[in-house]
């Protein structure tokens, strides 16, 4: 079951709704002061939190001492109400003799902020937000008792098929709370976890962090420069942020590099960012003086995605700006579009002789986001007569990802692999006619020979003469009119013959 209380309803003037039979409790008396309330705890934060949806929110139910009394009670008023379904629910299990036979889940599906550090909701990596009550009633064992083991909500589905006698799938990554609820193991040695909230939304700053029994880090995802890390035993309430001293500047880098491999460790291949970024079809930029003024980024989109359906853009001054996720140059915040290829530079002017920074993060099909790509660097020449800048060529042998006889051809499948010519050796008996079929599209097991005549998938049959004096032979790919043509208006021919082959 899922109780909507005791959360808030945002649009309400009262905000908080509660069974009549709860009007009785905490009468005539006065909630403590929130924890942390002083303004110098709430001025602690980074400005983007500072002017969030966690402030506006305390201003809607804690920021006059009567809206705090009201709410603060409210929101315990309304626990109150679970509990009495709770009892409910229990009083029928015994009615129809299943008590003894159900065990009984109980957790939060967040904390929640009451007023501390003058902020409401939840969302942010400090303990209110993130601890959760959790109970596992299991009538079949005599004298639970609580345990500090770190359990994790994604221990909850796998705690359920265990009393199912069901297996996880081996893709899940919690575990079983059973073994602790049944006293047959103290802990899952589990030191360290993953703590995220990554939800893309105006005015609340995604973060992610770990969390160890002792210890905790965690950092905003849009600018990383801005890090807490606290010593959870000696200062439980969070107050004492020791990322600003030199003191624990190994601790730090250790927590930091801890985040980062359990993110590349636990994500999924939706999160793979894009690869083989290009400025003005310049894969290598390295050394390349960038002319155009307003240059036109490109990436390759991460097969797991599918396809793109937006895209994030950073430019910055610096590495540390860049790998900090601050696109203080441009940041084209989140773009509603498949497309991406050549995307025009929309932020600051770029000056002459400057070294920029560049990554790129894409929200695929169903609107999972990714990781941001590697960065690139490149730097801004002075604009000539030349219409735009001069092109490198980089010339890549690939090999086929896959090679199979199958009877009397030879398949081989290319990948994404983009290719103008096919280098092979064959030994002729005789002189003899060779046929390649070469196209970008499986009909089945054999590649589709009939695309669709104004479709974008290509397709050609090439033959080539061999004899018993050669070996080593060169395959020229026929040139496609509709990757050569100039385009109508355009400055520049970016021209390619070859395909996305198989």
């Not at 002789?353 to 999972?368: A, C, H, L, M, S």
Request: hydrophobic residues 35%; without cysteine; negative net charge.
């Amino acid at each position: 079951m899922s109780f909507s209380a005791p959360h808030a309803h945002d649009g309400a003037e009262d905000q908080y709704f509660w069974q009549g039979e709860s009007d009785v409790l905490l009468q005539n008396m006065n909630m403590p002061d929130a924890d942390l309330g002083e303004d110098k705890y709430f001025e602690a934060q980074p400005k983007f939190v500072r002017d969030g949806f966690n402030r506006l929110r305390w201003t809607w139910r804690y920021d006059t001492p009567e809206k705090y009394q009201h709410s603060v009670k409210g929101y315990y008023r309304m626990i109150s109400g679970i509990d009495r379904e709770i009892a409910k629910i229990r009083t029928e299990l015994e009615k129809k003799g299943l008590a003894e036979n159900t065990v009984i889940i109980l957790m939060g599906d967040n904390g929640y902020f009451l007023g501390e550090r003058q902020l409401a909701g939840k969302w942010l990596l400090y303990d209110n937000s993130v601890r959760v009550p959790l109970i596992v009633f299991d009538p079949r064992v005599k004298r639970q008792k609580d345990s500090d083991a770190l359990a994790l909500n994604i221990d909850v589905p796998s705690t359920i098929l265990d009393l199912a006698g069901i297996a996880p799938p081996k893709t899940w990554q919690g575990k079983s709370l059973m073994p602790i609820v049944e006293k047959s193991k103290k802990d899952f040695k589990r030191d360290t976890v993953l703590i995220e909230h990554l939800w893309e939304f105006d005015h609340i700053p995604p973060s992610e962090g770990v969390r160890t029994k002792d210890w905790k880090y965690f950092r905003y995802v849009n600018d990383q420069s801005f890090e807490e890390l606290y010593n959870l035993e000696d200062d439980p309430k969070e107050i004492n942020n020791l990322a600003k001293d030199s003191k624990y500047a190994e601790k730090l880098a250790a927590f930091r590099n801890k985040t980062n491999s359990l993110i590349l460790e636990l994500s999924d291949d939706y999160s793979k960012g894009p690869s083989d970024l290009v400025i003005e079809w310049i894969r290598n930029t390295e050394g390349v003086t960038v002319i155009d003024t307003k240059p036109e980024f490109g990436w390759v989109v991460p097969d797991g995605a599918v396809s793109q359906s937006a895209y994030q853009i950073l430019v910055a001054s610096s590495k540390e700006k860049v790998n900090n996720n601050i696109g203080d140059v441009w940041d084209s915040e989140q773009i509603r579009t498949s497309a991406s290829s050549e995307i025009e530079h929309g932020g600051t002017a770029l000056k002459s002789g400057e070294t920029y920074f560049w990554k790129v993060r894409i929200w695929d099909q169903d609107n999972r986001l990714s990781r941001y790509s590697q960065s690139q660097s490149f730097t801004m020449g002075n604009p000539k007569a030349t219409i735009t800048t001069p092109n490198s060529f980089q010339i890549d042998k690939i090999k086929p990802v896959k090679f199979e006889k199958k009877g009397e051809t030879y398949f081989m499948d290319f990948g994404k692999a983009a290719f103008a010519t096919l280098d092979f050796t064959y030994k002729a008996k005789v002189s003899d006619t060779l046929i390649f079929r070469i196209g970008e599209q499986l009909d089945g097991e054999n590649i589709n020979r009939t695309p669709f005549h104004r479709s974008h998938i290509r397709y050609q049959e090439i033959k080539m003469a061999v004899n018993p004096d050669q070996t080593e032979y060169q395959l020229q790919v026929q040139v496609d009119e509709r990757n050569t043509r100039l385009r109508q208006g355009a400055t520049t021919s970016k021209r390619f013959s070859g395909f996305d082959a198989v």
